[in-house]
């Protein structure tokens, strides 16, 4: 059977390939709109470790994980599931943790490197049972954001005073003692609040 030939018009794209160089690559940077969407990122000044972004994204492209032993949480962002889609911007409480930047191009050979981009937060634990209340940054923005009626939370009011250096944190209570009305002004999570709340 014969060797089929190539049509006229591959050859001439063939020539010219070999005279002016392959067309397909692009010249330069490729310009990208103002408006355009591209792969988020994290602003660690601007982040207060609320962990909204993990909840709505669709795709589970951020990773969370808590450590009750060193009080840290740290929010991942994995470039290599994120369909840019926004939710995590648009849902931010401070509308600056996280945002949506200009960039596109993520081609790489390992996989590693588009798991990089990560926050860490520090957390605050249950002074009764160590459960996770929140990441400080959080709970202490939530309070400027109440101003006066933070006062009326003792977990808010206390997690201030610690972060001013008016009051030390207190260590775990021993669980197997049980709540007591002298714990209602301990930072308490929202289970053992209930619990102490019936005591009064």
């Known amino acids: 059977m014969p060797f089929p030939l190539p049509k006229l018009r591959e050859l001439k794209?063939?020539?010219?390939?070999?005279?002016?160089?392959?067309?397909?690559?692009p010249r330069g940077e490729a310009r990208v709109a103002a408006a355009y969407r591209g792969f988020p990122q994290y602003y660690e000044d601007q982040c207060i470790g609320c962990a909204t972004c993990?909840?709505?994204c669709p795709p589970r492209a951020i990773e969370l994980e808590d450590n009750r032993e060193t009080r840290t949480r740290v929010l991942t962002?994995?470039?290599?599931?994120?369909?840019t889609c926004g939710q995590c911007q648009a849902s931010c409480p401070t509308k600056e943790g996280i945002k949506n930047t200009r960039e596109y191009d993520q081609t790489t050979v390992n996989r590693a490197d588009?798991?990089?981009?990560?926050?860490?937060?520090?957390?605050?634990?249950?002074?009764?049972?160590?459960?996770?209340?929140?990441?400080?940054?959080?709970?202490?923005?939530v309070a400027?954001?109440?101003?006066?009626?933070?006062?009326?939370?003792?977990?808010?009011?206390?997690?201030g005073?610690?972060?001013?250096?008016?009051?030390?944190?207190?260590?775990?209570?021993?669980?197997?003692?049980?709540?007591?009305?002298?714990?209602?002004?301990?930072?308490?999570?929202?289970?053992?609040r209930q619990e102490v709340s019936f005591l009064a």
Do not use: M
Request: proline content about 7%; hydrophobic content about 40%; glycine content about 8%.
């Open 13 to 25: 794209e063939a020539i010219r390939a070999l005279i002016r160089g392959p067309y397909t690559l």
């Open 161 to 192: 005073l610690q972060a001013a250096g008016v009051a030390a944190p207190e260590p775990p209570g021993d669980i197997d003692r049980g709540l007591q009305r002298g714990d209602k002004l301990r930072i308490l999570c929202p289970r053992c």
């Open 77 to 83: 962002i994995c470039l290599d599931n994120c369909i």
């Open 54 to 56: 993990f909840h709505v």
């Open 144 to 159: 400027r954001r109440l101003g006066p009626l933070a006062y009326s939370n003792p977990t808010l009011l206390l997690a």
């Open 114 to 141: 588009l798991r990089q981009r990560s926050v860490r937060k520090e957390l605050i634990l249950c002074e009764s049972c160590a459960e996770i209340v929140g990441a400080k940054e959080h709970i202490l923005w």
